[in-house]
């Protein structure tokens, strides 16, 4: 095992990768066709990594949650439109998500009032507001929920093939 670096302030990249307890030398040698330099620029914020390199690199250090801060940090159209996702627990995501679906249930009436005729209206306009917020929160829900099945099966805590035959 290659020294562990006493940088400050590392980046998310340094971090995965010396959690897993690798050099750069031995993640490069698992990655495949990303070179210890290359890992070197991304770490030391010389370069910003490549959609690939990230995708390797959150299989390598099994931390799905790479592809997600990539997404939201690093990707300019990402920047714009993703949201970062935090790991959490399960039974945080399922509280969560159960407490903003109860909160939801009760605007749904309001939001067939405000929508049924095609437009917002200025009296309507901090419901409207209001509801999206709650859905935008069920959607980042769902998101971390996918995140922690994401990490199950990187960690092999869920066997992919098995969850694949479930959905079909």
């Not at 306009?125 to 917020?133: A, L, N, R």
């Amino acid at each position: 095992m290659g020294k562990k670096s006493v940088k400050e302030n590392k980046n998310i990249y340094h971090v995965s990768r010396e959690e897993t307890g690798m050099s750069r030398e031995k993640a490069s040698e698992a990655m495949g066709f990303v070179s210890p330099e290359r890992i070197e620029k991304i770490e030391s914020e010389k370069s910003l990594p490549h959609p690939d390199e990230v995708l390797a690199m959150s299989k390598c250090y099994k931390k799905a949650q790479l592809c997600n801060y990539y997404c939201s940090h690093d990707c300019p159209i990402g920047i714009e439109y993703i949201p970062e996702i935090q790991l959490k627990d399960l039974s945080q995501i399922v509280l969560e998500m159960l407490a903003t679906l109860n909160s939801i249930n009760d605007d749904k009436n309001r939001l067939i009032e405000i929508s049924a005729d095609s437009e917002v209206t200025e009296d309507e306009f901090v419901d409207f507001i209001s509801i999206q917020d709650k859905l935008n929160k069920i959607s980042c829900t769902a998101d971390s929920l996918q995140l922690w099945i994401k990490n199950m099966i990187a960690e092999g805590k869920i066997d992919e093939t098995k969850l694949n035959s479930v959905k079909q």
